[in-house]
């Protein structure tokens, strides 16, 4: 049982580059969501996703795009990237929401360096 | 929108007793969480409140007034391991959970 599973842990582009962190996790949750992490911002929400097929925008989604075909997975890509992005990124699933507490499982965090 | 507030420092002894409060105004209110994160590492889960009142877990209590949008982590006995970061996190009607900006609590022996 791994867990939530994030790659690559860590990663440089160039300011126009398109890269996709890869999320997968093997609980079979239906809830999984996308957030940054920068210095005294705290944790902000970029895509989330209720199940397969379906997905919605979170608070800081402008230059990233997300989709659901599978259970399992929920890349988060990044069309041209800006140093803007640089971040710590962090995956997240859980049960469904309606199963009460809906703990977060996180990520290990994926190093996203922009120059 | 949504604002949740939490100091952005505190420091407390090993040994002692420390609270960290969290304010919220959010456009709607489906549950609080708090977080711990150490420095270089992934949130992981402390406590839950949907209903008014005091959860108790072990070291960690966390309390919650919805009519106040207030919620507190009350950490007793504090260890050298409980320096991290503690995120306040509020889940909206809607399904999303949005954090506040943590905050970094350093103990001293």
């Known amino acids: 049982n791994a867990g939530v599973t994030q790659t690559p842990k860590f990663q440089v582009l160039k300011t126009g580059q398109s890269m996709t962190l890869q999320c997968a996790q093997d609980?079979?949750?239906?809830?999984m969501s996308w957030y940054r992490q920068d210095p005294g911002m705290g944790l902000r929400l970029i895509h989330y996703?209720?199940?397969?097929?379906?997905?919605d925008q979170g608070e800081v989604p402008n230059g990233y795009n997300v989709s659901r075909s599978t259970t399992e997975d929920f890349p988060l890509r990044l069309l041209s990237a800006a140093p803007s992005q640089t971040s710590v990124y962090f995956c997240?699933?859980?049960?469904?929401?309606?199963?009460?507490?809906?703990?977060?499982?996180f990520g290990a965090g994926s190093r996203l360096t922009v120059l | 929108g949504q604002n949740i507030d939490q100091p952005t420092e505190m420091t407390a002894t090993e040994g002692a007793i420390v609270q960290i409060n969290c304010t919220y105004q959010?456009?709607?209110?489906?549950?609080l969480f708090w977080y711990q994160q150490h420095a270089g590492e992934a949130p992981t889960f402390l406590s839950y409140?949907?209903?008014?009142g005091l959860e108790e877990k072990g070291r960690f209590s966390s309390f919650l007034s919805r009519s106040k949008g207030y919620s507190y982590l009350l950490l007793k006995e504090l260890q050298m391991k409980d320096s991290a970061s503690y995120l306040c996190?509020?889940?909206?009607?809607?399904?999303?959970?949005?954090f506040g900006t943590g905050t970094r609590l350093q103990v001293f022996p």
């Open positions: 996703s209720v199940g397969a097929g379906i997905t």
């Open positions: 609980m079979n949750h239906e809830y």
């Open positions: 409140n949907v209903l008014d």
């Open positions: 996190a509020v889940r909206e009607v809607g399904d999303k959970l949005i």
């Open positions: 959010t456009s709607g209110f489906n549950g």
């Open positions: 997240a699933s859980s049960y469904s929401v309606a199963s009460g507490a809906n703990v977060l499982t």
